[in-house]
């Protein structure tokens, strides 16, 4: 295994990655990244709206959002993992279509683990606590595009990039 490094914009965070040489299959860390770094993003989201829209306290709406976001990296990592077994091939050329059966069917299957969660933290009803999460997911899932995208592309570019070095 060789180690590589990607730095993200410039930024500070360095995500160190152990993969195969030009590996297209997705490893177990990468998944774990993949999962965390959306998990991390679909927390800050989350939180703000529910905190724009006055549902609740900051402590709270964080709160919720980081169960929310646990229960999500679960359930990203087995449906994902699934979806990869059915929708084989290289991942950055997926089209926009098979992005949006990918994006629909597990925001759909989500929304069965998060909406009793929502309910309690909020202290609403089930019927309350669904229309909140079909709002936040309908948010989440404009972000789970546009990072799925990034995501993959920046993957392939780096594998290139270590292929050409190797």
């Given at each position: 295994?060789?180690?590589?490094y ?10 160190i ?7 297209r ?55 994902n ?27 759909g ?16 009803t ?35 990039s ?5």
């Open positions: 295994m060789q180690r590589g990607l730095k993200l914009s410039g930024s500070l965070c360095v995500i990655l152990l993969l195969p040489h030009a590996s299959i997705v490893s177990f860390f990468e998944r774990f990244i993949h999962a965390l770094l959306f998990e991390t993003g679909a927390v800050l989201i989350s939180a703000a709206a529910v905190l724009l829209f006055g549902l609740s306290h900051a402590g709270t709406a964080f709160g919720m959002s980081v169960a929310v976001s646990v229960t999500a990296m679960v359930w990203n990592f087995l449906f993992w699934g979806f990869d077994k059915i929708f084989t091939g290289r991942r950055e050329r997926r089209g926009w279509g098979v992005r949006m059966l990918q994006t629909g069917a597990f925001e299957g989500l929304l069965f683990f998060t909406t009793p969660l929502i309910a309690w933290f909020l202290q609403i089930l019927w309350q606590a669904l229309l909140t999460d079909i709002s936040l997911t309908l948010l989440i899932v404009l972000y789970s595009l546009v990072y799925n995208w990034a995501f993959d592309h920046i993957r392939a570019y780096w594998l290139a270590r292929h050409k070095v190797s």
